[in-house]
């Protein structure tokens, strides 16, 4: 028998930010797959849609009338998943049915006027102003006596639940940290006060050294894919100075995620040739006051697909009964998004 | 302002078999749906396919044919996650790097020789007999020395990722307990040596008294929707004598869990009035050879659909990056079920 190889035989990762296992089966890229094909999401053509919600002048099923904007329009969820009108309250029987009321505030916020771009299409000096909005709804949401967490994402792509092609993401703010923020905090905090440099600088460090599962750089962020990724092209943006929380971020900084945002997305996009679907999210320092000196800032990028435009990873019985499996290593989808950015002046 | 209402106000719910949180939106019941729609299943309507691998006397595409099996056949998976020539071995760097190898076994349990039949429409009887063939690889499969879980699960219909609509389920025994049992056991343990019961067995006791979320019932089993349920029709079979795994049960408590098998699935398919999509699997005590006085054994349903037989729910950005959400009560999807299984002689 051979020796124990991370290329071939399948084994687990560990991911030190949350605790958890994911299972990996690198000789599994080869089966064949007969399942379900996805739909290719159709190109859109027309910069302003008057049929839009998002887009600048049209009417929103509320009413409301959208402002004539020029880059970016921010706006309270007319169907949020969180409000404010929640009474203190909450439930408990027996210590096992357990509930507690939840206020927060959802809002949306569209990336650009032009109905046909993504953040993949869009000029860095836009999405440069996607990131103030970032920081400003971060700062604003925060701020609130009631908010504790500030959660920033996106949904791009009918097969992320997306209903709407106009390029837009979310915040989600509330009166409790999230179980993955949570867990991220407890994990980030223990290495914290144990080595006095946080988790991420020394993770980085480590793989800006080995260089397998880096995708691109510049001078204030890299993106790869971790270790222990389980989205079979999942990404992570880390920035190299180890800061809390978006707020801390100099000009420099606020430009150069700006940067490797356009990276990232753009070499998805390149990836099967379509407007690539992922959920995005930044993870950060919650706002409930407290010190959390082990926190590092970053992004998550988790794609659906594997092989092509049409066949995606299912997180079905397996994962969702034991843990998250993937087919493809980490490294070999490193490799193919590295080859997708050579071409752009931000990398390495 | 009115008083706290669980069936009105956005709250989180507690999940004391997984320590985590859940956050339910039930006003949001009530948003418009422009996104993606999925495909009906189309119904299956030969019992034998020549082009099906796993019709009998097919072949499979490792060469194989299949016997000419009557009730249940099982073989081992072509294209495994796990498998059993792996040397030991590992990867470190900085505890920061971590992997281990994983040694294990893939099987699939076809579960009819009928290519268009599902669990929802076998006999009971014949159910019976793929509650023995789970016994018997628990029990085999279990008794291998470096097997430490053996989880037992079904995808159902192409949303989950089933590539062949034969009715068959997967068996993945592995090295190590993965991620979700590994922390049922944690809090199952936890809450047996604090107070001398099974929390299954605690929390039964309130639901039978509350009737809120149960299904139905028969002697050995009990159907509900956990109150912490993350999928909106999700629903968890528990055995009310408290045992933590499937070789424990008796021949009555065997048919009793064939029984309530037929009970929820035909439900589900009743629900939309189509083949009803999910991903099932059963959950029961580590064969680590260690004691688990607290593990209770159960089995849990996920289904993705939401509103409607072209409709899922998709958890996605804010669910993946804070934690899983839900729209629709447990309650109301409870008493939706229920309303589906009044006809069947089994319920209470
Ligand atoms: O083995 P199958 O049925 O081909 O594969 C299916 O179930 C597996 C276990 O949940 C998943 O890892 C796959 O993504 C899914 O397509
Ligand atoms: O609010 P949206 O974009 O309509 O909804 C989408 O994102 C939400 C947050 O991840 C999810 O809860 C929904 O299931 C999804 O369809």
Same mark, same amino acid.
């Given at each position: ?43 859109? +053509? ?21 402002? =004539? ?75 609130? =006596? ?16 997306? +209903? ?10 509330? +009166?409790?940290?999230? $179980? ?29 050294? =080995? ?25 992570? $943006? $880390? ?48 706002? =409930? ?60």
């Amino acid at each position: 028998m051979n020796a124990f190889d991370l290329t071939e035989h399948p084994h687990r990762r560990y991911n030190p930010l949350t605790g958890e296992w994911i299972l990996v089966s690198p000789h599994r890229a080869k089966r064949p797959w007969q399942g379900q094909q996805e739909a290719i999401p159709r190109p859109v +053509s027309v910069p302003h849609d008057p049929e839009c919600y998002l887009c600048r002048g049209n009417e929103r099923s509320n009413g409301a009338t959208n402002p =004539d904007y020029t880059d970016t329009f921010v706006f309270e969820n007319d169907f949020g998943a969180l409000n404010q009108s929640v009474p203190e309250g909450g439930f408990g029987e027996g210590g096992l049915l357990l509930a507690e009321a939840e206020r927060g505030i959802c809002k949306v916020i569209c990336f650009s006027p032009r109905h046909d771009l993504t953040l993949a299409d869009m000029e860095v000096a836009d999405i440069r102003k996607v990131v103030d909005v970032w920081r400003e709804e971060y700062a604003a949401l925060g701020a609130l =006596d009631f908010i504790r967490y500030v959660q920033i994402f996106e949904n791009k792509g009918a097969m992320m639940g997306c +209903s709407n092609p106009h390029p837009h993401g979310q915040v989600w703010a509330q +009166s409790s940290v999230p $179980v993955e923020p949570a867990r991220e905090t407890v994990m980030q905090e223990a290495y914290f006060a144990k080595n006095g440099r946080s988790l991420l600088s020394d993770y980085l460090e480590i793989e800006l050294k =080995d260089r397998k599962r880096i995708v691109a750089e510049n001078e204030h962020f890299a993106l790869l894919v971790p270790f222990w990724a389980v989205w079979p092209f999942e990404t992570m $943006v $880390v920035s190299k100075r180890h800061f809390g929380n978006i707020l801390q971020m100099d000009e420099a900084e606020c430009d150069a995620f700006a940067d490797i945002t356009k990276t990232i997305t753009a070499a998805y996009d390149q990836l099967f040739g379509i407007s690539f679907p992922y959920s995005s999210g930044i993870h950060q320092t919650p706002t =409930d006051g407290k010190e959390y000196p082990g926190w590092h800032f970053h992004m998550h990028y988790y794609p659906p697909l594997l092989r092509s435009a049409t066949v995606k990873k299912f997180m079905v019985g397996y994962e969702l009964m034991g843990n998250p499996q993937r087919d493809i290593t980490p490294e070999v989808s490193a490799g193919r998004l590295r080859a997708l950015v050579v071409n752009r002046e931000v990398v390495f």
